[in-house]
């Protein structure tokens, strides 16, 4: 099964020689333990990545010697292609849990991008998309408390995790430890074990065994002013979709 194709299909009707052209990406895969370091910040730019399996995530390490995960991707994701224009990586990669990854070299987005304009568009937007998912985080760090920053967070992660599949759950994983959580949303780990009990106790959403369930989903968009980045794309400005 390739969670690629099915992450792009869920936005546009792939061509059979679109998915062959997707499937070439998966065709070397590496596996990785978990909280495994896949390659350091201002590590040399090789291959990008697909995830088949398993979490990763991207990370920043400050000078006083603090991390700062940047992003969380999933089975589907495309990782490393924000450092294609330079000679290093401006993130580190790390596992989460155990992994999958399909390397592929960078050169072979240039076929892509060549002979697939629609399937160039889509994982153009995919990429804005990212990264309007990480300016939502940021400015909830900047403005909002700890505990509306941490259900953005959640929100976000089930946001990313049923919509594909176009699920409706409310329980789902979430194989994060608190120091990681605390490391994406600028929180002490005192303060995301405290946060979490305080958002149980209030009938929100809880965190156990690897786990969220949410449970007041309507007052946890009003709480933190959610928006799903990813139910919905505009492919309407696709060049193969334009008359």
């Known amino acids: 099964m390739s969670y690629l194709i099915e992450k792009m299909s869920y936005y546009i009707e792939l061509s059979a020689e679109e998915k062959t052209v997707l499937l070439d990406l998966e065709s ?25 399996e398993g979490w990763v995530a991207t990370f920043s390490q400050l000078p006083n010697g603090n991390r700062t995960i940047l992003n969380i991707h999933y089975p589907g994701d495309i990782v ?30 240039a076929t892509v991008f060549r002979h697939h304009p629609n399937l160039s568009a889509l994982l ?9 998912v990480l300016v939502d985080r940021l400015k ?37 430890s608190q120091v990681l959580i605390g490391d994406a949303i600028g929180l002490t780990t005192v303060y995301v074990n405290r946060t979490v009990r305080e958002l149980e106790e209030e009938g929100l959403m809880s965190v156990r065994n690897r786990e969220v369930t949410i449970f007041n989903r309507r007052r946890m968009i009003e709480l933190c002013d959610f928006k799903d980045r990813y139910r919905q794309l505009d492919t309407t400005w696709f060049p193969g979709f334009i008359k």
């Open 28 to 52: 070397v895969t590496t596996q990785y333990k978990a909280r495994t370091i896949i390659y350091h910040q201002e590590a040399q730019v090789g291959d990008i990545f697909v995830v088949r």
């Open 80 to 109: 490393g292609s924000s450092s294609m224009p330079f000679e290093v990586h401006a993130s580190g990669l790390m596992s989460i849990t155990p992994v999958t990854l399909c390397p592929f070299p960078k050169e072979k987005l």
């Open 124 to 132: 153009y937007t995919v990429s804005l998309q990212e990264k309007m």
């Open 140 to 176: 909830a760090i900047g403005r909002m408390p700890g505990k509306n920053r941490l259900m953005l967070f959640v929100l976000q992660a089930h946001a990313r995790q049923t919509a594909f599949q176009q699920l409706d759950a409310l329980t789902f994983d979430f194989p994060l």
